[in-house]
C-alpha cells in the first residue's frame, strides 16, 4: 500500500492507496506546523486500527506540501513508523508533464499534481484545473501535458471571514445561494449569501472565459476540492469535479519515480 499526504494551508490528508490508484481510504486533519511526528502517528495509529490497516503493508510513501515547515516532521514520521524514506513532490521529479513556467519553483506542489493527475485522467486536451482550496487557483494544462501557468485568487471560505472579521454587524454565513433563488437579497443574510455565491460563480466564470480567449483553444474544466461539487451544480463552465484528484495525481508520481 501507498501512503499519500497531501499538505495543504489549511488542511492536511492522508490517503491509503492500493495497487496503483485503488483509493481505499482519506483522512484529514488541520495544518499545523508544530504537530511532531510522535503526534502524527498516535493519531494515525488509531484510524488505521478502526479501519483494519496494517502499517507493516505500508511499502511507500509520498508528500506533497505546500507548507514546508511541516515537511520535516512529516518525513520522520514515514522513516520512524514505517521504515520508508517519503518521496517528496518536487519540480525535480519525473513529473510526466513539463514545466512552461519562467521560474518552476514558484509553482506549488499541490498544482503541478493537480495538473499530472488532469492530464492523466482526461488525456490529450487542453485544460484548465480548478482547485477550491484556501487559494482558489486555476491552472492551464496543455494538451501535450505542459503546465502553463494558472491564477490564483482568494478562497471563498477565505473571503467570507475577512468580510465578517472586518464589518462589525454581519453575520458569518454558510456558502451556498439563498433559498430564495433571488439574487437580489432581502435580508442581511440573502444579500451576503449572494454576493458571496454567486459573485464567485461570477468570478469562475469571469477569469475561465478569459483564459479560453487568451490561449485560443477550445478547453475542458474540471474541477477539484470540497466546494466543486456545490458551484458544478450552478454553472456550466465546470465539466467534471474529481475530490480525489491530488491523491490520485500523487499515487501516479510515486508510480513514475519508485518503479521499482
Not at 10 to 23: D, K, L, P, S, Y
Not at 193 to 200: C, D, P
Request: negative net charge; glycine residues 10%.
Amino acid at each position: 500500500m501507498l501512503l499519500a499526504i497531501d499538505v495543504g494551508n489549511t488542511n492536511t490528508v492522508f490517503a491509503v492507496i492500493r495497487e496503483g490508484r485503488e483509493i481505499l481510504h482519506r483522512w484529514r486533519i488541520s495544518t499545523q506546523t508544530h504537530r511532531t511526528a510522535d503526534e502524527y502517528m498516535v493519531w494515525l495509529n488509531q484510524l488505521f486500527a478502526i479501519e483494519g490497516y496494517d502499517r507493516q503493508a505500508v511499502t511507500g510513501a509520498i508528500i506533497s506540501t505546500v507548507v514546508p515547515p511541516t515537511l520535516f516532521n512529516l518525513q520522520l514520521l514515514c522513516r520512524r513508523y514505517f521504515g520508508l524514506e517519503a518521496v517528496v513532490v518536487s519540480k525535480d521529479l519525473d513529473l510526466g508533464i513539463a514545466i512552461e513556467y519562467p521560474n518552476p519553483q514558484e509553482v506549488g506542489a499541490d498544482r503541478l499534481v493537480n495538473a499530472v493527475a488532469a492530464h492523466a485522467e482526461l488525456g490529450n486536451q487542453h485544460l484548465i484545473v480548478i482547485d477550491f482550496g484556501t487559494a482558489t487557483t486555476f491552472d492551464v494544462v496543455s494538451d501535450t501535458g505542459a503546465y502553463r501557468g494558472g491564477i490564483i485568487a482568494p478562497g471563498i471560505n477565505l473571503s467570507v471571514e475577512a468580510l465578517v472579521m472586518a464589518s462589525a454587524k454581519l453575520p458569518k454565513i454558510a456558502v451556498q445561494p439563498p433559498e430564495t433563488g433571488r439574487v437580489v437579497g432581502q435580508s442581511t443574510v440573502e444579500a451576503m449569501q449572494s454576493g458571496i455565491f454567486w459573485g464567485y460563480v461570477g468570478l469562475i466564470e469571469g477569469l475561465v472565459g478569459r483564459i479560453k480567449k487568451e490561449t485560443g483553444h477550445p478547453m475542458r474544466v474540471i474541477a477539484t476540492g470540497g466546494l466543486g461539487v456545490l458551484f458544478e451544480r450552478h454553472t456550466d463552465v465546470i465539466e467534471a469535479v474529481d475530490v480525489d484528484l491530488t491523491v490520485k495525481g500523487l499515487s501516479l508520481i510515486y508510480q513514475r519515480n519508485c518503479r521499482t
